[in-house]
């Protein structure tokens, strides 16, 4: 390598003409090189440009209710593009709240369908929204219908609640296990719970029946009753 160095020092304009006189020819580099090749710089290729996806924009139709402000209730239509947020119902909610309208109140807790919190009426339908996808054009969403509301998508569910703890929903003994000991459960036991204890009391079901929107005082709905019957069965 220090043999090419010299070459090219060689070939510099204050020395080549020196060389010249004294018939003295300089060597290419490449050709004194012998067996070692020199190799150019390459320049780094480039990123490839990022190709924009064209937007794909949702209407949300959200019904909209203060009790400190004088104004009836309302539903307020906001434009979100689905190429910005998640897929589901709950991330566009989120990003109403947190980019465009902070005043939009929602209950939500898990964004996993287990805490039932973010039941609403949606597209016609009672849905979780965190399980519920964006699927049309225009999506309708509104608090469970026939319950009264606290504010914009929060219902009232305290009587729902009441309901739920009249029946008493916890195991109750008529003898109790020796001190010390736990309550064990055989695997057909565990079996009877099956369909039964999956109910997260999301309040779906109940706000679906019409038998609960006439007697909802009275009737405790179909939520209550299958809790009930798993206590009981």
């Not at 009737?219 to 809790?227: C, E, F, M, R, W």
Request: hydrophobic fraction near 40%; proline fraction near 8%; include cysteine.
């Amino acid at each position: 390598f220090a043999h090419i160095r010299m070459i090219r020092i060689w070939r510099s304009s204050a020395v080549a003409p020196l060389l010249r006189q004294v018939g003295i020819r300089p060597a290419s580099a490449a050709a004194a090189a012998g067996p070692f090749k020199t190799t150019e710089a390459k320049e780094a290729p480039q990123p490839a440009t990022a190709v924009k996806k064209p937007k794909d924009v949702r209407k949300f139709q959200i019904y909209r209710w203060d009790p400190e402000r004088t104004e009836k209730p309302r539903v307020a239509t906001y434009e979100i593009d689905m190429n910005e947020c998640g897929p589901m119902v709950l991330d566009a909610l989120l990003k109403i709240k947190n980019e465009v309208d902070p005043t939009l109140t929602f209950r939500r807790s898990c964004r996993e369908g287990i805490c039932g919190s973010c039941a609403m009426y949606i597209n016609g339908a009672n849905a979780l929204a965190c399980l519920r996808k964006v699927d049309a054009s225009v999506m309708k969403i509104y608090p469970l219908p026939h319950m009264n509301v606290i504010k914009d998508l929060v219902p009232d569910l305290t009587t729902f609640y009441k309901q739920h703890a009249s029946i008493k929903p916890y195991l109750m003994q008529k003898q109790q296990p020796e001190q010390g000991k736990s309550n064990l459960q055989s695997p057909a036991d565990r079996e009877k719970l099956d369909g039964l204890y999956e109910c997260i009391l999301c309040a779906c079901c109940s706000t679906s029946c019409p038998s609960y929107w006439w007697n909802g005082e009275m009737y405790l709905g179909p939520a209550i009753l299958l809790h009930a019957f798993r206590w009981i069965s």
